[in-house]
């Protein structure tokens, strides 16, 4: 791959598969037209697409159609005749220094690249419309706000009380910390969450268990007591839905808890069907858990009877709280990346199928679409070209390494790299761009506008804590806002909240009724984690505002057009108009982005944040230049008006 200074970015000819530079409406037998834009002084005499048909090359010339001092805009066709299509651009320009350059996902090379990094299209994008506009709120049900005085509630063996600004315990101790938060509560606050911008409402999970975690299961058939009970998630449910929200749940796939109906029956009758959705290998007490975690054991999907129960069908798990009075809107599915995988057994992608089959099914009945996106930590790139998951929890592209660029926490906190045995790493700008450009080259775009973009979760440390500084987490509030992807706000993430791991992490909000009523975070307020920052509450508020209001952050296309150790720029392609953003987490110098070659017709407003800045100038040949730098962490957004 060509790599170098900050211009070489910039005058890398440039695709990708948003509607800027593919167009048409995709569905099997379309041919769409893809436009390659070629910045000047490049000049090749032929462009080439080079496509993959029923797994063999199929080769296509492309046509220039606009050639101006800035660049020159080729054209060609892509057929949608497989599931999942791939093509790249190959520039050939025999008296250049690179006469030979591939134009892929990942970037541009001068060598023969592999099929992996070929832009892909699905033919069938079954996800809903709706998710690509979306801002998510997770909420931790036990954490978020009480409706029901916990004192009056009765409590089960395993529930260890707290007050309600106690600080978490750092250790799986937290599990049974008991807070009393509950669902009556969330529907309490849903005029926060919209005044935030969030449409989508997240909640772990909510069925009965042995922790406040409930990744533990005792049954799927009913919502925890201690968070209301069914008629709770009903009414939340109505609620969420008045207002043009939408709710998504949590479900775990992968294990069940060690008191689930299903365990208890195995353990007690070897012959019985549930003895098959578990694997014993010393019946009934020595069996297969995730990670060894004894409370937590691993569902077998061998069993066709677990996937009748579990997934299949109108009759399953899956689609009983889709169906009201619940209708939630989709489902979050918890270690997505084990589930159905043990040892030679691989039924990851059949269990991501009959989930989505049995959604289809709702669909098809109700007109609702429905939204199914996979918990996965690392590369979920082969898990999202399927008939499954229609995207995921985007740690690999988004939360790593943004981390790794931002990153400079107190060592004290004993912060690790996200699963990895070693301090937070503090990486540069350029090499976190390499990185993103090849992790995202390896997945449909689409399947990355329908992932969930986090800063961080209840798994995590806080973002706070992770990037330590509030100027940092100002900068990462922007990338959060602006990048492909659904933005996905950790509840008290927006406050400034700390945590050093995911278990600390889960922390209660510190509401007070104000005069009119209102529940709201108190300013005054200092929780386990400390004051509320009002400050960053406003910058997420208005970062909302803007992604709803340019098409460009929501379904836009991305091109990286900067990169160096202290100052990343991009720009996210639309029809209506281009967006560039650029983040600065330290002081650094201007850097000069002629508009021709974006290409852009012009600038319409600058928005600067904090310690950046950014202005409109002249360059020496009265070209007009973006000029964008920084004296301090901060940010820049740009609104350009569309070019040729």
């Known amino acids: 791959m060509i790599t170098g200074s900050p211009v070489d970015l910039l005058t890398q000819p440039h695709h990708d598969t948003g509607p ?36 063999e090359p199929a080769i296509s010339l492309l046509e220039p159609t606009d050639t101006s001092r800035a660049g020159t805009w080729w054209e060609g066709s892509v057929h949608l005749v497989n599931p999942v299509n791939r093509y790249r651009f190959l520039l050939l320009e025999p008296s250049s220094p690179t006469p030979y350059l591939w134009c892929h996902a990942a970037g541009v090379s001068d060598h023969d690249v592999p099929d992996a990094t070929d832009f892909q299209i699905l033919t069938h994008d079954e996800a809903p419309t709706w998710v690509a506009d979306a801002i998510a709120y997770q909420i931790f049900p036990d954490r978020f706000a009480a409706h029901t005085d916990p004192a009056d509630r009765e409590r089960p063996q395993w529930a260890r009380p707290h007050a309600w600004l106690d600080e978490p315990p750092q250790t799986r101790e937290s599990a049974y910390a008991w807070y009393g938060g509950d669902l009556d509560g969330i529907a309490d606050h849903l005029d926060y969450i919209a005044e935030l911008g969030a449409d989508i409402i997240y909640l772990t999970p909510v069925f009965p268990a042995g922790s ?251 973002t706070r804590t992770a990037l330590g500084s509030r100027p940092a987490h100002l900068v990462a509030a922007t990338a959060l806002f602006t990048a492909p992807g659904v933005p996905t706000v950790f509840a008290g993430d927006e406050l400034g909240a700390t945590g050093r791991n995911g278990e600390h992490s889960r922390t209660t909000i510190p509401w007070q009724r104000d005069e009119s009523g209102h529940e709201l975070p108190h300013v005054g307020a200092t929780g386990s984690w400390g004051p509320v920052d009002h400050g960053t509450l406003a910058r997420y508020r208005h970062l909302a505002a803007m992604r709803r209001e340019l098409p460009a952050l929501r379904r836009g296309g991305l091109r990286f057009v900067h990169a160096e150790a202290d100052l990343v720029i991009w720009v996210r392609t639309h029809p209506d108009g281009d967006v560039l953003v650029a983040l600065a987490r330290d002081a650094a110098d201007a850097v000069r982005l002629p508009l021709r070659l974006l290409p852009a017709a012009g600038v319409e407003d600058i928005e600067v944040f904090d310690g950046a800045h950014g202005r409109v100038t002249g360059s020496d040949d009265a070209q007009p230049c973006l000029v964008i730098g920084a004296h301090a962490p901060g940010s820049v957004v740009v609104k350009l008006r569309p070019g040729p």
């Open 212 to 462: 406040t975690h409930r990744y533990d299961s005792t049954t799927f058939t009913h919502v925890d007591e201690l968070l209301g009970g069914d008629e709770a998630l009903a009414r939340l449910s109505q609620a969420i839905h008045a207002r043009g929200m939408r709710l998504i749940l949590d479900l775990t796939t992968n294990h069940t808890g060690a008191t689930h109906e299903w365990f208890t029956a195995a353990q007690a009758d070897a012959s019985c069907p549930e003895a098959h959705f578990y694997t014993f290998t010393s019946h009934p007490d020595q069996y297969e858990a995730w990670l060894d975690v004894p409370s937590l054991p691993r569902l077998d999907h061998r069993s066709s009877e677990l996937r009748t129960r579990l997934l299949q069908g109108p009759d399953s798990v899956t689609a009983h709280w889709l169906q009201p009075p619940y209708s939630a809107d989709g489902w979050r599915t918890d270690v997505a990346n084990m589930t159905g995988r043990r040892g030679m057994v691989d039924l990851a992608h059949q269990v991501a199928a009959d989930m989505r089959a049995t959604m289809r099914q709702i669909e098809q009945a109700t007109g609702r679409r429905l939204w199914l996106v996979a918990e996965h930590g690392h590369d979920a790139s082969a898990d999202l070209t399927g008939p499954g998951w229609q995207g995921t929890m985007n740690y690999a592209g988004f939360t790593r390494p943004l981390w790794a660029w931002l990153s400079n926490p107190d060592p004290a906190d004993g912060l690790t790299w996200l699963g990895i045995p070693t301090p937070l790493p503090h990486l540069n700008g350029d090499a976190i761009v390499r990185g993103v450009r090849q992790y995202t080259a390896q997945m449909p775009a689409t399947s990355l506008l329908r992932s969930m973009n986090l800063l961080c979760s209840h798994d995590t440390p806080r």
């Open 20 to 55: 800027a530079y593919l167009r048409g409406r995709r569905s099997p037998g379309a041919r769409l037209t893809a436009r390659l834009w070629v910045p000047a002084p490049r000049a090749p005499e032929q462009v080439v697409l080079r496509q993959v048909v029923d797994g």
